[in-house]
């Protein structure tokens, strides 16, 4: 065991195996919808060598794809911590900043199938997990109880922690990366986008985020904002038990399916509210972003597939199965480029033409027997967790095993882009498998 100093107070951390964590650190507090503000001060030393707990959620729509990502969590609206990890002997090292996927309703950074051990050790930088407020406590609150976009701000006072306090762990303020998958991907666009966190971090992995999804967001907004106050029934939404808020939250979602693929990310930041600039300042963000923040940008090659696999329409065609895969297929392709692929190289042009560093990639493995081929989430265990922490994701196949060497690969990749940026990838477009 060993203690660092940060802002607030001394923290007990682990040190093992080379590393040293810092687990389930309080970097915000928060009332039920209200902005996040950084923690009092508190004497003695507090324990940072737990797990955190995970924002309160519904169990997530992808669990059947990756397996269970809260196992050994607990779950607690206090839930504004992170998790930092560093090589034990760390001096001004590039810092990456993790900010997980699940739609905005589900997952946390404190998951193990997020432990960043191997890419903090490998790639020889410190690597922060930040956990936030999800669904109605984090994004669209029920009607009059609070303000939107608080996932967001949480996630712009964690960046504000790591300015702050990451030269304890050895980690370079001035060198942070910025990097997530999926709604974690849509995250880090979003800080892009806001002058809150301009200067926080100077470059950004975005894997797999479902851009281009804001037209029409606000008439879905006041559709599910009118499902929850239904589903409440005049209860006060700040003292509602979690359970019914919860039940809120799903009625919500209900009421956004009708809105076509915006439905597939009901609970996300939306333009014109504080901290993001209005739908016609995008194009000028944009340009500033470019200036100031290399890119890299990419997708897995299947990355629709669960999400058309899940479709109810789907349903009668896999009473024959050979005609469900053929279907599956053909709608992952299309929706794929859709959501994930035809976004991501429309911004990595436009990074282009601003004159800013980009780079891009495609994830193309696929385990041998998996039903959704490279499908989405498929290269997180690339870059976190064990063979252990992923033994039970069904995406894997039946033999539950990845190539070591493409691990290394990504790891490598990565961690490099940290280190030195676009100039250090080996090619402009890269391609995993």
């Known amino acids: 065991m060993a203690e660092r100093r940060i802002a607030g107070g001394t923290i007990q951390v682990e040190r093992e195996d080379g590393l040293v964590r810092a687990r389930g650190v309080r970097y915000g507090t928060a009332r039920r919808f209200a902005v996040s503000e950084p923690p009092a001060a508190w004497s003695g030393v507090r324990d940072a060598t737990q797990s955190g707990p995970a924002c309160p959620q519904r169990p997530s729509r992808l669990g059947?794809?990756?397996?269970?990502?809260?196992?050994?969590?607990?779950?607690?609206?206090?839930?504004?911590?992170?998790?930092?990890?560093?090589?034990?002997?760390?001096?001004?090292?590039?810092?990456?900043?993790w900010f997980h996927g699940g739609a905005y309703v589900a997952g946390s950074g404190e998951s193990a199938k997020y432990d960043p051990g191997a890419l903090a050790r490998a790639g020889n930088v410190v690597v922060v997990n930040v956990s936030y407020r999800l669904g109605i406590f984090g994004y669209l609150a029920p009607p009059g109880s609070g303000e939107d976009n608080l996932g967001l701000r949480d996630q712009i006072l964690a960046l504000r922690?790591?300015?702050?306090?990451?030269?304890?762990?050895?980690?370079?303020a001035a060198n942070v990366t910025a990097f997530g998958q999926s709604a974690g991907a849509h995250s880090v666009w979003s800080l892009m986008l806001s002058g809150e966190a301009e200067g926080l971090f100077h470059r950004a992995i975005l894997q797999s985020a479902p851009l281009e999804l804001d037209d029409g967001r606000d008439d879905m907004a006041h559709a599910m904002g009118s499902a929850m106050a239904t589903s409440l029934a005049g209860a006060d939404p700040a003292e509602a038990s979690i359970e019914r808020l919860l039940a809120a939250e799903a009625a919500a979602v209900a009421a956004a399916q009708g809105f076509g693929l915006l439905g597939g990310l009901a609970f996300a930041p939306r333009l014109g509210r504080t901290p993001l600039p209005a739908p016609a300042d995008v194009p000028d963000a944009i340009a500033a972003a470019a200036r100031r923040i290399e890119l890299l940008i990419g997708y897995t090659k299947d990355d629709a597939a669960p999400f058309v696999a899940m479709d109810p329409r789907m349903a009668r065609l896999n009473r024959v199965p050979v005609l469900g895969r053929l279907a599956v297929r053909a709608g992952s392709k299309a929706i794929t480029k859709q959501a994930f692929s035809g976004p991501a190289e429309r911004l990595a042009e436009a990074w282009r033409t601003h004159g800013g560093r980009v780079g891009t990639?495609?994830?193309?493995?696929t385990p041998i027997g998996a039903p959704l081929g490279a499908c989405h989430c498929m290269e997180l265990p690339f870059l976190f967790g064990s063979p252990q922490t992923w033994a039970d994701a069904p995406m894997l196949g039946p033999q539950r095993a990845i190539d070591n060497q493409l691990s290394v690969e990504m790891r490598t990749r990565w961690t490099q882009f940290a280190h030195h940026g676009v100039a250090s990838l080996p090619a402009p477009a890269l391609r995993f498998g």
């Open 361 to 365: 990639y495609r994830f193309d493995w």
């Open 64 to 97: 059947w794809v990756t397996g269970d990502a809260l196992a050994g969590l607990s779950t607690n609206e206090n839930c504004l911590v992170l998790t930092v990890t560093a090589p034990a002997d760390a001096q001004r090292l590039p810092v990456m900043v």
């Open 161 to 172: 922690w790591v300015q702050e306090n990451i030269a304890a762990f050895g980690g370079d």
